[in-house]
């Protein structure tokens, strides 16, 4: 591998990421303008929110299961196991419904979008749609980045029920506990500023999961190689940046909301 020099090397990552940011704005204000291909978008909704839905659900579910078995060992040594419902409302909506939610669909998605975009720049076909007047970041983007901010919202609150729900299945069914009691709590646990927090995640994990995956599609070169070197990159950054963003955005709902 050859020598880079540390200026070199710096000055390629400040052009990576001023290209990223290009990319982003250009595909956000895109929406803003014609043409617009609502058939691609309704595509990419069903490919990204109807395909994700199974693995959305069990990750959910068994977290919440999960959750509430944990819980409720250590819970039992306070004599407030009767507050396992209030810690898996609040624990799967405020975090990890969004982040988990996040994560499935970037391993899922990201790796698509940058395999599908990637194989494209390889065969030249992006070429070939800007030299017949298309704009690749219109048609292939955009409809890319609506469709998964649209859905993975949708997607957090299916994770966010479905592992209530697991968490009341295994407190009924295997810790004896009361289900009016756990929903109640689980219930009365939830304010307003804890569902804020928790949908607001998403829409910025949709954002990072389109973006990436797409900018390392575009970026793609060195054939077969490429594109799968392309598909890893945007899992790993995807996958880093949301984890990242969820501390950010956890930092500020708290300093907003005060919880």
């Known amino acids: 591998m050859p020598f880079v020099s540390p200026e070199v090397y710096a000055k390629e990552k400040i052009a990576t990421v001023q290209d990223y940011a290009i990319m982003s704005w250009h595909a956000i204000i895109n929406i803003f303008s014609g043409p617009r291909y609502w058939a691609d978008i309704f595509t990419q909704m069903d490919s990204i929110g109807v395909g994700s839905m199974p693995i959305v659900v069990l990750t959910g579910f068994f977290t919440g299961c ?59 076909q992006i070429d070939a749609m800007r030299a017949l007047g298309t704009d690749p970041l219109r048609k292939l983007v955009t409809p890319r980045l609506y469709a998964t901010v649209f859905m993975l919202f949708f997607l957090t609150i299916i994770a966010d029920a479905v592992g209530i729900g697991g968490g009341a299945l295994v407190s009924i069914g295997l810790l004896g506990l009361n289900a009016s009691a756990y929903f109640h709590n689980s219930y009365q646990a939830l304010y307003y500023a804890d569902v804020v927090q928790g949908l607001t995640k998403p829409l910025f994990s949709g954002f990072i999961i389109a973006t990436v995956g797409c900018f390392f599609g575009l970026r793609t070169k060195g054939g077969t190689q490429g594109v799968g070197k392309a598909t ?28």
């Open 66 to 124: 999960v959750l509430s078995l944990q819980s409720a060992t250590t819970l039992l040594r306070f004599g407030s196991i009767n507050l396992t419902g209030n810690l898996v409302a609040l624990s799967m909506v405020k975090e990890l419904g969004p982040v988990l939610t996040g994560l499935m669909v970037s391993g899922r998605n990201s790796s698509g979008m940058a395999s599908e975009l990637g194989s494209m720049k390889v065969t030249e």
């Open 232 to 259: 890893t990159q945007a899992v790993v950054v995807a996958s880093v940046f949301i984890i990242i963003v969820d501390f950010i955005v956890s930092r500020a709902m708290i300093g907003i909301f005060g919880r």
